[in-house]
C-alpha cells in the first residue's frame, strides 16, 4: 500500500504512526510489527496525512478523502469533525496553540479552527486556486465566472462591490465552461452536462428541457445532457456551442434546436453580432451571414494544427486564436483569406 505520511509520537518516539491508500497503522515497538488501526470505520480508507497534538500524544489527526478525522485516545477511537465531502491534503496543529488548527482541502481552499477542530471556517481571503473557465460583466460592478473541478464547491461565483458568494444551487456539482448575460440579463450557465437559465426569484439554477438533439439512434430527446463550450447571447436568437453542435434558442432559452454544421460534429467556440455568427470547432471556423441559416467554412492554412477561439467584431471582422498564433479573416478583391497577426503578438 502506498504511504503518505508517518509521524513519530513526541513524548514517546517507539509509538509510530503510518496512513496509507488502505488506512491508518501504528506500531509500539518503533516500526518492527505494525497493526491496522481500526477506529475509522470501514475497511480501507485514503488517508494522506496525520498530525499529533504537540501537547497531547494522545490526540492525533487524520486527514482522509472522506473528511478529517480525529482521536483522543490513541487512535482507539476515531470521530469524523468535518463533512464527509472534504477531501484532506494536509494538516496544521499550531505548535503556539493547539486549539489553532489548519486544514487543506481538495476543493474548497483552507479552513482554520480555534477550538481543536469543534468547529471549522474557510481561511482563504488572498488566496485562490480555482481554474476559471468563462467570464462575463454585469451592469455595475458585478461580475460571474464559470469554474472546473470543484463540484459542490464550485459551479458559478457573483462578485459584487469586491465580495464572491457561490451561486451553484441545481447545478449539482457540474463544471461551467460557459457563463453569458443576455441583453434582458438573463443569465446563462453551460456546463459539462446541459444548459442551464438562473432563476432570480428562487435563486437556484434550471435545466433547459426542451431542447432537440437528434443522436445516433435518431432518437429526438427533450434534455440534452451534453458539454456546452461556448455562448452567444448578446442579441437574438442565442446560440450554444456544444459537444452536439450548434443549439439555436429564439425564445431566450425556453426551446433549442440543432443548426447543421457542414462536417462540424462537435464545437468549441462561437462568437455573433447581428445576423454574423462564427464557429469553430478544434479543426474548423464557418461564418454564417443570415443568423445561422447558411455556412460558408474558411479554411485554414496548413500550419493551423488547432484553433481555440473564434471572435467576430462589430464590423463584421472575424478573428481566431490558434496554435499557430492570432489569425483575421481578411476580405480582397471579393475573395477571403486568412492573415497571420503579429503586431508584438507571439508567432505561436
Known amino acids: 500500500s502506498d504511504v503518505f505520511s508517518i509521524i513519530l509520537a513526541h513524548s514517546t518516539p517507539s509509538t509510530v504512526f503510518a496512513s496509507a491508500c488502505s488506512g491508518i497503522y501504528k506500531s509500539d515497538n518503533g516500526g518492527h510489527l505494525f497493526h491496522k488501526v481500526q477506529g475509522i470505520p470501514g475497511t480501507a480508507r485514503r488517508t494522506r496525512v496525520l498530525q499529533q497534538d504537540p501537547k497531547d500524544a494522545q490526540t492525533v489527526y487524520a486527514g482522509t478523502t472522506e473528511g478529517l478525522w480525529k482521536t483522543v485516545d490513541g487512535g482507539a477511537h476515531f470521530r469524523r469533525i468535518t463533512p464527509a465531502d472534504f477531501i484532506l491534503n494536509d494538516v496544521l496543529v499550531d505548535p503556539r496553540n493547539s486549539s489553532h488548527v489548519l486544514i487543506a482541502t481538495d476543493r474548497s481552499g483552507i479552513f482554520s479552527s480555534d477550538d481543536a477542530g469543534a468547529t471549522f471556517k474557510p481561511s482563504n481571503d488572498g488566496f485562490s486556486e480555482r481554474q476559471i473557465a468563462s467570464i462575463v460583466a454585469g451592469p455595475g460592478d458585478n461580475l460571474y ?9 464550485g459551479g458559478v461565483f457573483h462578485s459584487h462591490a469586491g465580495i464572491w458568494t457561490q ?3 441545481g447545478l449539482a456539482g457540474r463544471d461551467v465552461f460557459a457563463v453569458g448575460l443576455s441583453g434582458h440579463g438573463q443569465l446563462v450557465a453551460g456546463t459539462s452536462r446541459g444548459i442551464f437559465l438562473f432563476d432570480a ?3 437556484t439554477w434550471l435545466q433547459c428541457r426542451n431542447v432537440l438533439t437528434t443522436p445516433a439512434d435518431g432518437t429526438d430527446r427533450p434534455i440534452f445532457e451534453g458539454r456546452v463550450w461556448s455562448l452567444a447571447l448578446a442579441d ?9 453542435g450548434l443549439l439555436r434558442s429564439d425564445d431566450e432559452g425556453a426551446s433549442w434546436k440543432v443548426v ?3 462536417k462540424a460534429d462537435s464545437l468549441s467556440s462561437l462568437s455573433a453580432h447581428g445576423q454574423v455568427v462564427a464557429a469553430a470547432s478544434l479543426s474548423g471556423v464557418w461564418l454564417s451571414s443570415d443568423s445561422a441559416q447558411h455556412w460558408t467554412r474558411l479554411d485554414l492554412p496548413a500550419e493551423v494544427t488547432r484553433v ?7 464590423s463584421g471582422d472575424v478573428w481566431a486564436s490558434t496554435r499557430a498564433g492570432a489569425m483575421h479573416w481578411v476580405q480582397k478583391a471579393g475573395k477571403g483569406a486568412w492573415e497571420h497577426v503579429l503586431g508584438g503578438l507571439p508567432i505561436r
Not at 145 to 153: A, M, P, T
Open 145 to 153: 465566472v464559470g469554474v472546473l473541478n470543484d463540484k459542490e464547491f
Open 308 to 314: 481555440y477561439s473564434v471572435t467576430v467584431t462589430t
Open 167 to 169: 451561486m451553484s444551487d
Open 236 to 244: 437574438s436568437p442565442w446560440y450554444a456551442a456544444t459537444d452536439a
Open 260 to 262: 447543421p454544421i457542414d
Open 201 to 203: 426569484k428562487v435563486q
